[in-house]
């Protein structure tokens, strides 16, 4: 629980709130490369709120974009919410060691107020290995 992003505040749910996230999916083995690898939304939240991924122009091997704070939208980035790999964001290959910035964002409707038990989502990661 709680591994992304914190719970919605009261107040967060009145007004209304949106939050990134930035990730690094990073080719962690030691001897093959992640090809053709592909991200994408698996589960929507069932709440209130919503989940978009997008890409940090630095690309596979860059830093992501620093933000002011968690409610500032990166820079260059674009968001979309694919629900499946055949619309997944392309990271193209990773090689050994290396990683890509990837950004999430969690928006919350103004008006919101019913809260959600087990209110989570996937971001599933496919690839294949060389």
């Known amino acids: 629980a709680n591994t992304l992003f914190d719970d919605i505040a009261v107040a967060d749910s009145i007004a209304g709130d949106i ?4 990730i690094y999916i990073k080719d962690a ?5 992640m090809v053709n690898a592909v991200l994408w939304i698996d589960t929507q939240t069932p709440g ?3 989940i978009e ?9 860059g830093t992501a ?3 002011a704070n968690e409610n500032t939208a990166p820079s260059s980035v674009t968001f979309s919410a694919p629900a499946d790999p055949s619309a997944g964001l392309s990271l193209g290959t990773l090689t050994t060691g290396q990683a890509y910035p990837v950004w ?3 928006t919350v ?3 919101t107020s019913v809260g959600t038990a087990a209110d989570y989502s996937a971001i599933k990661l496919r690839y294949a290995e060389s």
């Open 104 to 106: 999430v964002k969690r």
């Open 29 to 33: 083995h030691g001897s093959t490369s």
């Open 109 to 111: 409707a103004a008006g």
């Open 19 to 22: 939050e990134y996230r930035g």
């Open 53 to 61: 991924i997008g890409l940090d122009a630095a690309g596979a091997g």
């Open 65 to 67: 974009t620093t933000i």
């Open 48 to 50: 209130a709120d919503s």
